[in-house]
């Protein structure tokens, strides 16, 4: 749990710094500065981070860029929660035929390049926030939907289930008000491995200039823009590269942590 | 198994017709046509263009065109580069893109397993911890920011080696792309080299072949490493889905002209039957390499055939 204690509480301090900096700084994130292009972090003005090629504060426009990733990790978590869930329970309480189907499904879906799938995705349609939510979120359920198959798989079995089932609860009622509940831990754990895929592939479609739009920022945006004047300028690049590694490599080592900590628990 | 090879082999195409008929689909729906212009051209030429690209036909019979030329290896005309095919634009770049592709997935099973097993070995002890915290490092950091990073260091602040990639044949243009193509891979590789050999030396055939008197190195080579390495073989499908997404990144900053970087120009452009294109043969590559890897699996373990 120690593990869990530390990259939560670094992951929580990122937040609160994401939400709060902006009110902190005098600057904002829009106003251009032809005086100041690339300037180096510093305290005067409050530069923090110094400023990109515009000449717009880079703490403010970090912190922003950070607010849009993590927002878009919790919405398309959220996404493949919901999917996933209702696939992997329906599944896995039908059994059978209809799971076998289901499954079978599932692995030709994991056969595909989602993320080709998502990019023309970005290329045919307007680039919008919610597409981007919505694309990531759908591509990323299939690893929730068989582990929540597994786990009411043994889960129907049980005797408070064929309780419920024998007072004539109907199906669908079991699955959502006496199953789901108990999905709730492995559910945590592997959310929290879900989250850094969809930040993944946020800023991996912001690098590629196809996520999120100027003047808004993700981590992935700044660092692409960073790119360009890496040799100028290498705070650019560096101070959101490494801030998107320490909050994917958080979600990660936590995912973790959490996952031997439930298969502990589940070994006794 | 000439049985289950052909069972894979017919199970394989429903799953390619899905991934075309999808990526044709979305390519169809756009609103808009991919000639609009910001000038509004007489009804007579755009019924022109339209007809010559077959865009007035119904959305059947295109898809049937698209596929019987798929069958002959066409993938239709480009919409910006008017004077080439698309086949002709990824047959063209498509040689970079294999090279550094082959050279990154041998390096990264090379390292991968070696330092999986050296670690699985030491389970335990610092070493492991310290091999198993940097893979977990290598599969958190996005290959995008990798590869700047490296730059930074190896090409501009060092100058040891070429930042971009240079017209002139060298080794040294390849050493940077294929690392940072190979670095999550061989992260992912090493954790589970290093998980599966765990168990695998748990187990009783290895016990006794020590009871003998074999050395660990023995142990390791002649009877844990194949059985270790099957849970590798069957990441290999992934590691090749995960090797041609990184080549966009990479392709895109090393400036290399490859099929990743045709994809990212065609997406900006909206070059919409290159992407397409692309997104249909780097598909077929994924699920065929799935299949190859289905295959090879049956072909070690017998077990898998019969289930």
Same mark, same amino acid.
């Given at each position: 749990?120690?593990?869990?204690?530390?990259?939560?509480?670094?992951?929580?301090?990122?937040?609160?710094?994401?939400?709060?900096?902006?009110?902190?700084?005098?600057?904002d994130y829009v106003t251009t500065n032809f005086n100041a292009i690339l300037s180096n972090p510093s305290i005067d003005g409050a530069r923090w981070f110094g400023t990109d090629d515009l000449g717009r504060d880079l703490f403010v426009r970090t912190m922003l860029g950070i607010r849009v990733t993590l927002a878009v990790a919790i919405v398309a978590s959220i996404v493949s929660l919901v999917i996933g869930v209702t696939y992997g329970a329906i599944a896995g309480y039908v059994g059978g035929r209809v799971d076998a189907v289901m499954m079978r499904?599932?692995?030709?879906?994991?056969?595909?390049?989602?993320?080709?799938?998502?990019?023309?995705?970005?290329?045919?349609f307007e680039r919008n926030f919610l597409l981007i939510f919505v694309a990531i979120g759908a591509i990323n359920w299939l690893d929730m939907a068989r582990i929540v198959r597994g786990q009411t798989l043994s889960l129907r079995e049980r005797e408070f289930v064929e309780a419920a089932r024998l007072t004539g609860v109907s199906t669908a009622?079991?699955?959502?008000?006496?199953?789901?509940?108990?999905?709730?831990?492995?559910?945590?754990?592997?959310?929290?491995?879900?989250?850094?895929?969809?930040?993944?592939?946020?800023?991996?479609?912001?690098?590629?200039?196809?996520?999120?739009?100027?003047?808004?920022?993700?981590?992935?945006?700044?660092?692409?823009?960073?790119?360009?004047?890496?040799?100028?300028?290498?705070?650019?690049?560096?101070?959101?590269?490494?801030?998107?590694?320490?909050?994917?490599?958080?979600?990660?080592?936590?995912?973790?942590?959490?996952r031997d900590y439930f298969d502990a628990r589940h070994g006794q | 198994m000439l049985r289950y090879t052909l069972l894979r082999i017919l199970g394989a195409i429903p799953t390619l017709l899905l991934v075309i008929a999808l990526a044709f689909l979305m390519v169809h729906a756009a609103p808009g046509g991919p000639f609009d212009a910001e000038r509004r051209l007489p009804p007579e030429?755009?019924?022109?263009?339209?007809?010559?690209?077959?865009?007035?036909?119904?959305?059947?019979?295109?898809? &049937?065109?698209? @596929? *019987?030329? %798929?069958?002959?290896?066409?993938?239709?005309?480009?919409?910006?580069?008017?004077?080439?095919?698309? !086949?002709?634009?990824?047959?063209?770049?498509?040689?970079?893109?294999?090279?550094?592709?082959?050279?990154?997935?041998?390096?990264?099973?090379?390292v991968g397993i070696s330092s999986g097993t050296y670690a699985a070995l030491r389970q335990g002890t610092l070493t492991d911890r310290f091999v198993m915290g940097l893979s977990m490092t290598g599969i958190s950091i996005p290959v995008f920011v990798i590869a700047p990073v490296l730059v930074l260091l190896f090409a501009v602040k060092l100058q040891w080696l070429p930042a971009g990639w240079t017209s002139t044949e060298s080794v040294s243009r390849y050493v940077l792309p294929v690392i940072t193509l190979a670095l999550p891979q061989i992260a992912y590789i090493a954790r589970l080299t290093r998980a599966s050999m765990i168990d695998v030396l748990g187990r009783d055939f290895v016990r006794t072949?020590? &009871?003998?008197? @074999? *050395?660990? %190195?023995?142990?390791?080579?002649?009877?844990?490493?194949?059985?270790?390495?099957?849970?590798?073989? !069957?990441?290999?499908?992934?590691?090749?889905a995960g090797i041609i997404t990184g080549s966009v990144v990479v392709e895109e900053i090393f400036g290399i002209s490859g099929v990743g970087q045709q994809f990212v120009r065609g997406a900006l452009n909206r070059d919409y039957t290159l992407v397409l294109g692309v997104v249909v043969f780097y598909a077929t590559l994924i699920v065929a390499f799935n299949l190859i890897v289905?295959?090879?699996?049956?072909?070690?373990?017998?077990?898998?055939r019969y289930r």
């Open positions: 749990m120690k593990t869990v204690k530390v990259t939560g509480s670094i992951l929580l301090a990122i937040a609160v710094a994401a939400i709060a900096g902006p009110w902190l700084s005098p600057n499904f599932v692995d030709t879906l994991y056969a595909l390049p989602f993320i080709f799938f998502v990019i023309l995705l970005m290329v045919v009622r079991i699955v959502f008000r006496h199953i789901a509940p108990n999905l709730i831990g492995i559910v945590v754990v592997y959310i929290t491995l879900t989250i850094p895929q969809a930040i993944l592939f946020e800023s991996f479609l912001s690098f590629l200039g196809l996520g999120v739009q100027e003047p808004q920022t993700s981590l992935g945006t700044l660092v692409d823009a960073g790119v360009g004047h890496m040799e100028r300028a290498s705070w650019t690049l560096l101070i959101p590269a490494s801030l998107l590694a320490v909050i994917l490599l958080c979600f990660n080592f936590m995912g973790d942590g959490l | 030429v755009e019924a022109n263009i339209a007809a010559k690209y077959h865009l007035d036909e119904p959305l059947p019979k295109q898809f &049937a065109r698209y @596929l *019987g030329g %798929l069958l002959q290896g066409d993938l239709g005309p480009s919409y910006r580069y008017r004077d080439r095919t698309v !086949s002709e634009l990824i047959g063209s770049a498509f040689p970079n893109s294999l090279r550094i592709g082959a050279l990154a997935i041998l390096f990264a099973l090379l072949a020590r &009871a003998q008197g @074999l *050395g660990t %190195l023995r142990v390791v080579r002649v009877h844990a490493l194949k059985p270790a390495l099957l849970p590798v073989l !069957s990441y290999m499908g992934p590691a090749i289905d295959i090879l699996y049956a072909v070690i373990d017998p077990r898998v």
